[in-house]
Structure formats: structure tokens, C-alpha cells
């Protein structure tokens, strides 16, 4: 299982939309990707701009089909990371469930 760690630092005033668009993504993701087993986001509770994503493929084929669907381009690349002032990501191999 590949997990994904992205933290989203979100301009100043952007973080609700960050968060409505985030909204839209994840029933999206939940209904067209099968590969993809969790989707979460969270918000920091000691930096208001910061969003913490965590997700969980079953195989980085499955990661990389992520990153090609439609909602992806359309949401993330399209209209959050423009709203971001820095965008980390870092990934894992599930050790312990």
C-alpha cells in the first residue's frame, strides 16, 4: 500500500475554498478510483493555512492514475494549487494497519 502525505500551505483567506474544493474531490475519488482505499483531509490546529492530505493507493499504478483523472487536472492542478503558497508532498510504504 502506497501512502501519500501532501501538506497544503494555502494562501492567507483561501483556506475554506481550499477545503470546499477538497470537498468536491473526494466523493469523486471515492466513486471513480478503486485503487485509491483513503482520501483524507485535515486542518492544522496550530497554523490556519495549513491542510494536511492523507491518502492510500494499493500500488503506485494506482497513484499515477490518480494524478491523470479528469477531477484531478480540473480540481487540484486547476483551481488548488493556484490558491497554495506551497505545496509538499512525500510518500510512504504501509508498515503497520
Request: aromatic share 6%; net charge negative.
Amino acid at each position: 500500500m502506497i501512502v501519500l502525505v501532501a501538506k497544503y500551505t494555502c494562501k492567507p483567506g483561501n483556506r475554506e475554498k481550499v477545503l470546499e474544493q477538497l470537498r468536491k474531490m473526494s466523493p469523486l475519488v471515492a466513486s471513480t478510483e478503486p485503487g485509491c482505499k483513503l482520501y483524507q483531509a485535515s486542518i492544522s490546529t496550530e497554523n490556519d493555512n495549513l491542510i494536511l492530505l492523507y491518502e492510500h493507493y494499493v500500488d503506485q499504478a494506482a497513484l499515477a492514475a490518480h494524478r491523470e483523472t479528469p477531477h484531478f487536472k480540473e480540481i487540484i492542478e486547476g483551481t488548488v494549487i493556484p490558491m497554495l503558497d506551497n505545496r509538499a508532498r512525500e510518500l510512504y510504504e504501509l508498515a503497520v494497519s
